[in-house]
């Protein structure tokens, strides 16, 4: 029997129809205005707290912070399982404490806060090499529609403070701004599943563990998790019950009853 290939499997072409392309589409659309956000927020908290750290509003203003980028980092966690696929569980290794320092304390000895800010520092980058492939394809999507829509105008942004353009008045014009655009839209988003690759990455990293058993598994070969374990090395299944060991080894058969009364009266 033929197998035919899945749609998403078929190189360089198969990103369109591969649903993960648009969840890291997706991923990357939000990463642009929480990375700025973050670096914002938690630049600005670690820089006025170090400042004012001779005073007591500096040591609160840093606790804030750490405390604050674990709920943050908790949120991308969440992202991350959702959009990415890593299967991430929260951090074990906050120990029990009482009483107010040592709650603090706890948290500042935790690896998990640490990487946590770790993360989120980072994600300010990710939202700039974001902004590659999101602009790319905006800028592309236009010629994929040029048949439809000509006569217009595409812009492509500036250059020493002039305007690129490119004016499609006739069907010529527009057929050839069509394959252009494909082009374009298949490298944006192949650059978006390469930025999201690295994101995922640095997730797996910083944000958690993994989770053993979990239903999906690595994002990149789209197989779930324990799918290789069900089979062979070369993905085959056995559906046949393995024999006993009995069955197996000719030393350990149970003796036959009949054939025992029949040894015993040659015997006789």
């Given amino acids: 029997m033929v197998s035919l290939r899945q ?6 072409v198969g990103v369109l129809v591969d649903g993960r392309t648009y969840r890291h589409l997706l991923y990357l659309l939000l990463s642009v205005p929480l ?7 938690f630049t600005f908290g670690v820089a006025f707290g170090l400042l004012l750290s001779v005073a007591l509003v500096g040591v609160v203003i840093l606790l804030a912070t750490l405390i604050g980028s674990r709920l943050v980092a908790g949120f991308e966690r969440w992202l991350a399982n959702a959009l990415l696929g890593t299967g991430l569980s929260r951090p074990d290794d906050l120990v029990d404490a009482q009483g107010a320092l040592a709650g603090v304390k706890k948290y500042v000895d935790a690896r998990s806060t640490w990487a946590g800010l770790g993360f989120l520092s980072l994600k300010f980058w990710v939202s700039l090499f974001a902004f590659v492939p999101l602009v790319l394809l905006a800028n592309a999507l236009p010629l994929v529609a040029a048949p439809l829509r000509y006569p ?3 812009g492509f942004g500036e250059v020493n403070g002039e305007p690129v353009t490119w004016a499609i008045d006739t069907l010529p014009e527009a057929l050839v701004a069509l394959p252009l655009g494909v082009v374009g839209v298949l490298l944006a988003l192949h650059l978006t599943n390469l930025v999201a690759y690295a994101a995922r990455q640095m997730a797996v990293a910083l944000l958690g563990r993994r989770e053993t058993g979990s239903a999906s598994g690595p ?3 789209g197989a779930p998790a324990g799918a290789g374990d069900a089979g062979d090395a070369d993905g ?4 046949v019950d393995d024999p006993a060991p009995a069955d197996r080894d000719p030393d350990n058969r149970e003796p036959d009853d009949r054939g025992d009364d029949d040894r015993g009266d040659d015997g006789d």
């Fill in 7 to 12: 749609p998403s499997g078929i190189p360089v």
């Fill in 152 to 154: 217009y105008t595409a």
């Fill in 219 to 221: 994002e990149g070969d």
């Fill in 236 to 239: 085959e299944f056995d559906f």
């Fill in 35 to 41: 990375g700025f956000v973050y670096s914002t927020l």
